[in-house]
């Protein structure tokens, strides 16, 4: 009796213990986390483990009591939603379109806007000279020493065929005055589709480049003076203005045409006038071998002179 009366007067201060320990928790005491607790487990609104970088999954959440007067921990924001804002980015749905912009129609000088050019627009008692070279140059050599030997100014328009073949003298007549585009092959433009026609332009440009070194721009001449409205606006396009003549000295029919060096002569002067543009062919007469503008072309600078004439080139256009 008396050993029962010990044990339980021992007892008494542990079950006391252990009910003020109880009472401690249910009011908001620190809450000790079960040893037994595997990692990353749910124990109330502690988680032992690693914290996650996201909210708490629901399941998580939901088993979270709040009756023990502690409020839920609120989750950590993750790092694609916090407030701190990261350097901004251009998204790749707002990249401009890779495709390039339409191309800007090259600005051509006033004078070569509009229509094919017939004369350079002066009152000056001035005229120029002009050279086309496409199938042959038999008398290119022949001018370009009349030329320089007359410290005459002239411009020339030259095929891309031309220009591959005679290099050397396309950087001479370049040296002389501006040399412009005169087509590939000389076909008759206005038949082509406009791929041909591009084609025939952007050919002839690059050979020309290639030989003199310049560009052939604004200065181009249709083949055979044959162009439609069409041709010339894509002409105008490619960032050239056309240029015909006021007097085609005819010299390129030959003696088998009926023409001879007194005709070359008489037809270029009777035409004379300021601003006056000339046509004369650096090549021969495939039928006769003549080359009757290189032949009459001191005589034709003389006449001039004698009328108190100078001059000048295409450049005057720009």
Not at 14 to 36: K, N, Y
Not at 227 to 239: D, I, R, Y
Not at 244 to 268: F, H
Not at 269 to 280: E, N
Request: with cysteine.
């Amino acid at each position: 009796m008396r050993s029962a009366r010990a044990r339980s007067s021992r007892a008494a201060p542990v079950v006391a213990l252990i009910a003020g320990a109880l009472l401690w928790s249910g009011c908001g005491g620190p809450e000790r986390t079960p040893a037994t607790s595997p990692p990353g487990t749910s124990t109330g609104s502690t988680t032992t483990g690693p914290t996650t970088s996201g909210p708490q999954s629901p399941s998580s959440s939901s088993t979270s009591p709040t009756s023990r007067g502690t409020s839920p921990t609120t989750p950590r924001p993750s790092s694609s939603t916090r407030a701190t804002p990261s350097p901004s980015r251009t998204s790749s749905t707002s990249r401009p379109p890779t495709t390039s912009p339409t191309s800007p129609r090259p600005t051509l000088p006033a004078a070569l806007a509009d229509g094919v050019v017939t004369r350079v627009p002066t009152s000056r008692k001035v005229v120029a000279l002009t050279f086309d070279g496409g199938a042959g140059a038999q008398g290119a050599a022949s001018i370009l020493s009349t030329l320089r030997a007359q410290g005459v100014p002239a411009s020339f328009f030259v095929t891309g065929q031309f220009a591959t073949a005679n290099p050397a003298l396309v950087r001479q007549m370049a040296a002389v005055g501006p040399v412009g585009n005169h087509t590939w092959d000389h076909p008759h433009l206005p038949a082509l589709s406009d791929s041909a026609v591009r084609t025939e332009v952007s050919r002839a440009e690059s050979a020309i480049r290639a030989a003199t070194e310049r560009t052939p721009r604004p200065f181009f001449r249709f083949p055979f003076g044959e162009s439609s409205s069409h041709s010339l606006a894509l002409v105008h396009a490619a960032g050239y203005g056309a240029v015909g003549w006021t007097t085609d000295s005819l010299g390129w029919k030959g003696t088998s045409g009926g023409q001879s060096v007194d005709s070359v002569v008489a037809r270029v002067l009777a035409g004379r006038t300021p601003g006056q543009v000339v046509l004369m062919h650096v090549g021969a007469n495939p039928d006769d071998g003549t080359t009757l503008d290189a032949a009459a072309l001191a005589r034709v600078i003389a006449g001039y002179r004698a009328a108190g004439y100078g001059f000048t080139t295409l450049d005057a256009l720009r």
